[in-house]
Nanobody, 119 residues
Framework: QVQVVESGGGLVQAGGSLRLSCAAS????????MGWYRQAPGNQREFVAT???????NYANSVKGRFSISRDNANNTIYLQMNNLKPDDTAVYFC?????????????WGQGTQVTVSS
């Protein structure tokens, strides 16, 4: 059974920082691209950042220069360092992982972690 688990959300004032973590575990053979997405109330889920197994990164324009995604392949974990947070960053942040199991490659989602930025 595969699990993708996020942690590190919370309440922070505008201008502050938070670090999110996401760990993939279970019967996985390989892990491909992993990333972060977010969903604010009343909005669709949107892309935030991704990182490949080789370390190549992509960011949404809205977070470039403020957020940084990194990866620890030895521990099947990715991180999202969020600096200079704004109230518009308030959302549930979801981790997504492209994993190979005995049934082939599939995308897996975590349960989400709440990030609230107060003005």
């Amino acid at each position: 059974q595969v699990q993708v688990v996020e942690s590190g959300g919370g309440l922070v004032q505008a201008g502050g920082s938070l670090r999110l973590s996401c760990a993939a575990s279970g019967s996985t053979f390989s892990i491909g691209v992993m990333g972060w997405y977010r969903q604010a109330p009343g909005n669709q889920r949107e892309f935030v950042a991704t990182i490949s197994s080789g370390g190549s990164t992509n960011y949404a324009n809205s977070v470039k220069g403020r957020f940084s995604i990194s990866r620890d392949n030895a521990n099947n974990t990715i991180y999202l360092q969020m600096n200079n947070l704004k109230p518009d960053d308030t959302a549930v942040y979801f981790c997504n992982a492209y994993l190979q199991t005995g049934r082939g490659w599939s995308y897996y989602w975590g349960q989400g972690t709440q990030v609230t930025v107060s003005s």
